[in-house]
Structure formats: structure tokens, C-alpha cells
Nanobody
Framework: QVQLVESGGGLLQAGDSLRLSCKIS????????MGWFRQAPGKEREFVAG????????DYADSVKGRFTISRDNALTTMYLQMNSLRPEDTAVYFC?????????????WGRGTQVTVSS
């Protein structure tokens, strides 16, 4: 059974840091590139960061480069998104995604999302 379960969202102030986690079923974790997307109110869902199955290839949206770090823990079958220097424009629901390829960004499975709200 495919499972992607996000956690770690919250209400923060500008400049704060936060780490999101996504617990992934093992078969899915061992088969897919993984990534984070986000969707702000009234906007389309957008790519945030992606990490390949091997962990060797990583890609970020320009808006988060230098502030966010994606990683994956093979033993825990968990993916993380470390978010630093948060801005109000980072406010969104953040989704974990299983992708065939981080550069094509074609998503095969989605998590349900976790809310991140950043106040100024």
C-alpha cells in the first residue's frame, strides 16, 4: 500500500526555521524520486524541491534555493525538508510527492499535505 504522510507544519514568524517530514511506505521509498510541492491559497501547486532515489541528484525551485534543504533517510524511509529564513510568501500547504523523475516532476503519488503559515 502506498503511503506518504507529512508532518511538522505549523504557525511561525518570518525568519524562523521548520523541518517537515514525510514518512513513506518502503516499497514506494525504494522505487521513486521524491519531492516537496506547495500550494498557497488561490494559487496553483508548485514544485519546491526534489531528491533522486539515490540521493545524488537534488533540485530546488529558485524561490527556495539557499534557504531550504531536502534530504532522505533510507533507514527510516523518511524524507525531510529543512526550511530556514522563512518568509510570509512561504505560507502554503506542503505536499510530499513520489515522482518518477525530479526533473520531469511527474508525480505518481501525493501525500495529504501539512499547513505551514508564516506571519510577518
Amino acid at each position: 500500500q502506498v503511503q506518504l504522510v507529512e508532518s511538522g507544519g505549523g504557525l511561525l514568524q518570518a525568519g524562523d526555521s521548520l523541518r517537515l517530514s514525510c514518512k513513506i511506505s518502503r516499497a514506494t521509498f525504494n522505487s521513486y524520486d521524491m519531492g516537496w510541492f506547495r500550494q498557497a491559497p488561490g494559487k496553483e501547486r508548485e514544485f519546491v524541491a526534489g531528491i533522486s532515489l539515490s540521493g545524488r541528484n537534488i533540485d530546488y525551485a529558485d524561490s527556495v534555493k539557499g534557504r531550504f534543504t531536502i534530504s532522505r533517510d533510507n533507514a527510516l524511509t523518511t524524507m525531510y525538508l529543512q526550511m530556514n529564513s522563512l518568509r510570509p510568501e512561504d505560507t502554503a500547504v506542503y505536499f510530499c510527492a513520489a515522482m518518477r523523475n525530479i526533473y520531469s516532476r511527474t508525480v505518481h503519488y501525493w501525500g495529504r499535505g501539512t499547513q505551514v503559515t508564516v506571519s510577518s
